[in-house]
């Protein structure tokens, strides 16, 4: 089984991963990790972490498309978890395996801004941490524009019926909730 963990960042994706880990035994593999070798490995695809994650995404397709298929392949349980994913790109893969692929998107379009601010502080994993270390104009600005980014995510994932998680409320039990949304 194939198992893609998606959605806006800082939406609760590497600890629903590791939660998930720590349940099923499955690991989980990070394609920002992916994404960054293409941004400092190789350059000139354009690929790199300054642009949108929808367009990330859909660059970055071709090549998580074939990579899925050969996972599904292989019939080994991976995870995959990261932002460069959109519904519409799953919702092939999904239907062409629907036995085989599993699929969550988290977002917080329903957020409070000053809330999913101390969220974000309370839940960082500290050193390494990207946004934690940039000031704090810039992790509002950041957090305003993933609000957007969830409206967008909720809105596509209802119309390519992939399924779509709300975690504004509640973080803790939403990414329990998206955890027990997968069947192993």
């Known amino acids: 089984m194939l198992y893609i963990l998606s959605g806006t960042s800082r939406s609760g994706k590497t600890l629903a991963a590791k939660e998930f880990l720590k349940k099923s035994g499955i690991p989980y593999m990070s394609v ?21 994650p929808n367009e990330i995404a859909e660059k970055m397709w071709p090549f998580f498309k074939a990579m899925c298929e050969n996972m599904i392949w ?5 995870v995959l978890e990261g932002e460069a994913f959109l ?10 395996n629907p036995d085989k692929v599993q699929v969550a998107f988290m977002g917080y379009s329903e957020a409070n801004l000053e809330q999913k601010i101390k969220d974000i502080k309370a839940y960082s994993s500290g050193i390494g941490d990207w946004l934690i270390d940039e000031p704090d104009d810039y992790i509002e600005s950041h957090i305003k524009n993933m609000i957007d980014y969830s409206v967008f995510i909720k809105k596509e994932c209802a119309k390519h019926r992939v399924p779509y998680f709300e975690i504004s409320n509640n973080f803790e039990s939403s990414i329990h909730r998206v955890v027990n949304s997968f069947t192993v």
Request: aromatic share 12%; net charge negative; proline share 6%.
């Open 74 to 78: 292989s019939e080994v349980d991976y």
């Open 87 to 96: 519904p519409h790109l799953l919702s092939q893969l999904i239907d062409n």
């Open 32 to 52: 920002d990790a992916i994404m960054m070798g293409f941004t400092n490995g190789i350059p000139e695809y354009g690929i790199h972490d300054r642009l949108w």
